[in-house]
């Protein structure tokens, strides 16, 4: 007989079996793509493909390709690297943060989230690479690398070179824990298997697993190891990109309180992109029963209060600008709201202060459709904030006479959207070849928390 | 004629099933190899009389290692070998090492446990691991007793399974 809880929603609906949930999830990965995925991925490999273009063109001409100027140095670059990279956080936040809390209602999302972090990652980490150039000369420029320059190392006191250790610590380590969970799933394909080439490749994705409870022992005391230390990584990634603005002395970016402001944002962000894809992925594999509105509402809750969270942040940057007596603080900030960049400020605020708050309405933050859109806005709003916090401040130098406007070229825009169609090719593609719910994982909570078989 | 090692299977189809089984086996004098599991099943290893996984420890000194060459290496390169003022910042900069430092020991903590727990428990993408049933990697628990390690009879243990809650029990051999 199933056990069920009178206290709790159930985390996995329609009274699933063990070999139910192997079935849905494993069809996926054995059966032919459905249609909606073909023209998916059909459509983001042509965006993928269209922004190639720009990232070679950028590579043939230098960043001269680029919208850039002498005063406003850093523009759609960094503010699509702070904006990728925030997404990411979502992925290891549920992964990590919540299975050290014991949230077990990660297990339905966890994976599709870490493989969202590993893309966002991915993507972001082509602009600072762009921006050097020369990329193929970067290795010696961002690592500490033995060279015949003379032994001028790389600077250790720079936070552009600790962004490189942390964004390189980051991917690789959500890349190691996104591989440990998916181990046993690739077991249970490999062991399903019924032509030759899966069963060689699911065999060696998955390293001879076999499931004993002494593997298993050590698998659980390595995820919870992975857990604890990729919680702080998390928090450092994002105060560690905070750094590249707050130690330097542009009015609008030396701020004490961008490190847990940044962080915020990130989670707000990667939850919102985490919603967008997993309300996709839900639809296209009917995994209703696995995602459920108690996900969505829980995961709208943390967006609700992430939001909120950035909400102050804004609020007190303005307090602090004015309450600094700084009239260079005083002006960047008056400049952000009624200056030439205005739309970008208001639009921020609409979208990141007053957008998130329509969750406190229960029927909104359990409406699919709602939820939806407001993922949407959320990531358009964050994006706004980083080009906010970049191009505001930059545009207006000390020095009047270098007052300069930004205006994006075809290849910075080019560049974007090279990265979309990377991240969307790469998740749809992890979409059919891999098992996009932890199966191992959602069976363990299946028992204490499923509605009872009828 | 089989050559190989034989083995009885109990198959469980409950994971409480699996839990109290296990006592009630070692106690009627069975010698259980592994239960192999679709899923984690909490507690199990402490029926089984496993001892504790030793891989935080070994995490623990892999972060050391981490933490030790990152504050060797950025010392030995802006203090010792090249020293430079950037910025205005003293040579032996601490506090703008801590980034660094941090990002070095969780990186080597975990590259170190994870290899460290591959190459201990043999996973390998050429492993080929012994499969009792199938069905463990999917909604049944499979326990294997190795005939060769245990005095009963095929029959005896095989009535001990039983009535220890296996749904089926089967036998296997590997070359």
């Known amino acids: 007989m199933q056990v069920t809880s009178t206290v709790r929603k159930p985390l996995v609906t329609g009274g699933k079996s063990y070999h139910d949930v192997t079935q849905d999830i494993c069809q996926y990965v054995e059966q032919k793509p459905p249609k909606t995925w073909l023209a998916a991925f059909t459509f983001s490999f042509l965006v993928l493909i269209v922004g190639t273009y720009a990232v070679v063109e950028t590579l043939w001409e230098g960043i001269g390709a680029w919208g850039l100027n002498k005063t406003v140095g850093w523009a759609w670059d960094i503010t699509n690297f702070v904006w990728w990279v925030g997404i990411g956080h979502a992925g290891t936040l549920i992964s990590a943060i919540l299975l050290l809390f014991r949230q077990k209602w990660r297990t339905s999302i966890n994976r599709a989230a870490e493989a969202m972090t590993i893309f966002a990652v991915i993507c972001a980490a082509m602009f600072p690479v762009l921006h050097m150039g020369r990329p193929w000369l970067g290795a010696y420029w961002a690592l500490p690398l033995p060279n ?22 980051y991917f690789s380590v959500s890349l190691v824990f996104w591989y440990i969970g998916l181990i046993p799933d690739f077991a249970t394909i490999r062991d399903r298997a019924t032509n030759k080439i899966s ?3 699911y065999g060696g994705l998955s390293m001879g697993w076999d499931g004993g409870a002494k593997n298993w022992m050590h698998y659980e005391a ?3 190891i992975l857990a604890g230390i990729a919680t702080p990584l998390v928090l450092s990634v994002h105060t560690i990109v905070s750094f590249d603005f707050a130690t330097s002395v542009i009015p609008g970016w030396h701020t004490t309180i961008f490190p847990p402001y940044f962080v915020a944002g990130a989670i707000f962000s990667g939850f919102a992109m985490v919603l967008t894809l997993m309300l996709i992925t839900r639809k296209v594999y009917h995994l209703e029963d696995y995602i459920t509105i108690n996900h969505i509402e829980l995961m709208n809750i943390v967006i609700l209060i992430t939001g909120s969270i950035v909400g102050v942040a804004y609020i007190t940057e303005l307090f602090m600008a004015w309450y600094s007596g700084v009239v260079f603080e005083q002006y960047a900030f008056i400049n952000r709201a009624t200056g030439p960049y205005w739309w970008a400020y208001w639009s921020m605020m609409t979208c990141n202060v007053i957008s998130p708050q329509l969750f406190w309405i229960k029927k909104i933050r359990t409406s699919i459709v709602s939820t939806f859109v407001l993922s949407i806005i959320v990531n358009i709003g964050m994006w706004f904030e980083r080009f906010v916090i970049i191009v505001t401040s930059l545009h207006r130098d000390y020095l009047p006479s270098s007052w300069a406007m930004f205006t994006p070229t075809w290849v910075d825009m080019g560049v974007y959207l090279f990265t979309f169609g990377l991240f969307f090719t790469a998740f749809f593609l992890f979409a059919k070849f891999f098992p996009v719910i932890n199966m191992a994982e959602v069976k363990s909570v299946l028992k204490s928390s499923s509605e009872r078989k009828a | 004629m089989d050559t190989g090692k034989n083995y009885l299977v109990g198959i469980f189809t409950d994971e409480d099933d699996v839990m109290s ?3 009630k086996i070692k106690e009627a004098g069975v010698k259980i190899e592994e239960v192999y599991t679709p899923y984690p099943v909490h507690g199990l290893e402490h029926v089984l009389g496993y001892s504790k996984s030793k891989l935080p420890m070994i995490a623990f000194f892999f972060g050391l290692t981490g933490t030790t060459l990152a504050l060797v290496m950025q010392i030995g390169m802006m203090y010792w070998d090249w020293p430079m003022i950037i910025g205005g910042k003293d040579f032996l900069a601490l506090p703008d090492f801590i980034p660094v430092t941090f990002e070095l020991t969780v990186l080597l903590t975990a590259f170190g446990m994870v290899g460290t727990f591959f190459v201990t428990r043999n996973l390998k993408p050429w492993a080929k691991p012994k499969i009792f049933d199938i069905r463990s990697t999917d909604d049944k628990f499979a326990m294997a007793i190795d005939l060769a390690d245990n005095k009963k009879s095929v029959e005896e243990i095989r009535t001990i399974l039983s009535e220890a809650g296996a749904s089926e029990v089967n036998e296997k051999s590997f070359e």
């Open chain 1, 199 to 201: 069963k060689a490749i």
């Open chain 1, 148 to 169: 015949t320059f003379g032994s001028l190392w790389v600077n250790f006191n720079s936070p552009l070179l600790w962004d490189v250790f942390a964004i390189s610590t």
């Open chain 2, 21 to 23: 089984g296990v006592p």
């Open chain 1, 222 to 224: 390595v995820s919870l």
